[in-house]
């Protein structure tokens, strides 16, 4: 089946500590995103891909890395410079940046 | 920065009312998505308008985009249980970075 995966679902880490979380797509999307939610609150973008080996800062981007090595893959790094971490962390892609977006399943991070 | 502004934040119906959320630029947007996100889920895209003033319909849904490609509505005729969740817009806004609404969270009351 083609889709977008995003792994873990629910993923707990201590403060202090990096985590990386996974995203892969098999639709052949050239745009990649990463957005933050926090309850009750709408999407905000942490970075965004449109080609492989480029990527730009999004509004929220402070506290957070990625790498877009492979067309299929864009994986997030929390690193312990953000803040305020715990959020559902949503990977997006579409065909390019005009076109219609794709959800995975959504990361929920939970920092302790 | 480039901002997309949605009202209400939150919306309660009574099933069977009609149901609108607002969006709002003050740029030219280039186009405008919609999509829907059910609680617990991830949001699902709906529909896009690219054209000034397009109107396009969905069984009880209808979406439009103003004249001035500067705002966007979504009517949901006679709601139904199924149509709870939150409702958001979203634009490239001509830049290909894909920026979303706040969002408006419909609950429907039986």
């Known amino acids: 089946d083609g889709g977008i995966t995003q792994s873990p679902k629910y993923l707990f880490r201590k403060e202090g500590q990096n985590v990386t979380l996974s995203c892969e797509q098999n639709l052949n999307h050239d745009a990649m995103y990463w957005y933050r939610q926090d309850p009750g609150q709408g999407l905000r973008l942490i970075y965004y891909s449109q080609i492989v080996n480029d990527f730009q800062k999004g509004d929220i981007a402070e506290g957070y890395s990625v790498s877009r090595e492979k067309k299929e893959s864009f994986p997030l790094t929390v690193t312990s410079a953000q803040k305020n971490p715990t959020a559902f962390y949503l990977c997006?892609?579409?065909?390019?940046?005009?076109?219609?977006?794709?959800f995975g399943q959504g990361t929920r991070l939970t920092v302790v | 920065g480039q901002q997309v502004m949605q009202i209400p934040q939150y919306q309660h119906v009574q099933e069977g009312e009609d149901f609108t959320t607002y969006c709002n630029s003050s740029?030219?947007?280039?186009?405008i998505q919609w999509y829907k996100q059910r609680p617990g889920g991830h949001p699902v895209f709906l529909i896009q308008l690219v054209k000034s003033g397009e109107v396009k319909k969905q069984k009880r849904l209808t979406f439009q985009f103003g004249e001035a490609k500067k705002n966007s509505s979504l009517h949901i005729t006679a709601t139904q249980t199924t149509d709870v969740g939150t409702y958001f817009c979203?634009?490239?806004?001509?830049?290909?970075?894909?920026?979303f609404g706040t969002g408006t969270r419909l609950t429907i009351i039986p």
């Open positions: 979203a634009s490239s806004l001509g830049n290909e970075k894909l920026t």
């Open positions: 997006a892609s579409s065909i390019q940046g005009y076109a219609e977006a794709f």
């Open positions: 740029t030219t947007l280039s186009n």
